[in-house]
């Protein structure tokens, strides 16, 4: 066991020194996508991307062309044209296709978005204030809090300010995660960038996404809903691991969650008590 729990400390320090997934100070684009669907985001994107530029160009140059040859000096009789059908039908049809062109992909992403296949492994994520839950439904005796280390902890264990946490959820690289989102108070939002993964959790209700990460490493994330006076400090770790490494993990883990006498959560809201 002693074994296990080292294998799995040493996966989770590489994890941190090279595998770190977050954005990065003055980074305006996505991040590296890290699963199917985010790289079905990003295509989408800069497809569109492509069109807007290409779109813009056109009206620039048709907005020049205007304004050279119609003003008052170069055509001092202005044309008494009132209509052009062929005109008229070119400005009606390109627009449809064009959104068309948009619209194909875009259901399809969204298609794959909401359906779920089979899933090799399932969390259960519960949003708090300001805190998650997490829970292996197929491993009862794992569940426990993650809560945001403070700034001296985290700088010291190498994590993003504003992103580390205690605990961490650890999934296998390349296979289906299926991810159940609820809350236990007011609506939070998880979500990781990098999986282009988000979805709301609301009280009373359950909801379901899931990804597939293609790449090993330590992925960040943050409550995407505003919440209350901590919003920004509910930072969500998600560790990528091989098969081999994720099932140590697992034997690692369901002594260590099972050994916890009192959810931890309470504690933490004891904390926040004296704090506030």
Known sequence: MAATFITATNAFSQAIEDGIHSAKPGQIGFMEPASPIMEGIVSLHDMITVMMLGITLFVTILIIYIAVKFNAKANPVPSKTTHNTLLEVAWTVIPVLILVVIAVPSFRLLYQQDVIPEADVTVKATGNQWYWSYEYPDHEEITFD?????????????????????????????????????????????????????????????????????????????????????HGFMPINVEVVSEVEYEAWLEEAKVKYASNDAPRSREYASAQEITE
Request: hydrophobic residues 40%.
């Open 146 to 230: 993650a809560i945001m280390l403070d700034e001296a902890e985290a700088k010291a264990a190498g994590h993003p300010r504003l992103l580390g946490t205690d605990e961490r959820v650890v999934v296998p690289v390349n296979k289906i995660i299926r991810v159940q989102v609820t809350s236990n108070d007011v609506i939070h939002a998880w979500t990781i960038p990098a999986f282009g993964s988000k979805i709301d959790a609301v009280p009373g209700k359950l909801n379901e996404t899931w990804f597939k990460a293609t790449k090993e490493g330590l992925y960040y994330g943050q409550c995407s809903e505003l919440c209350g006076i901590r």
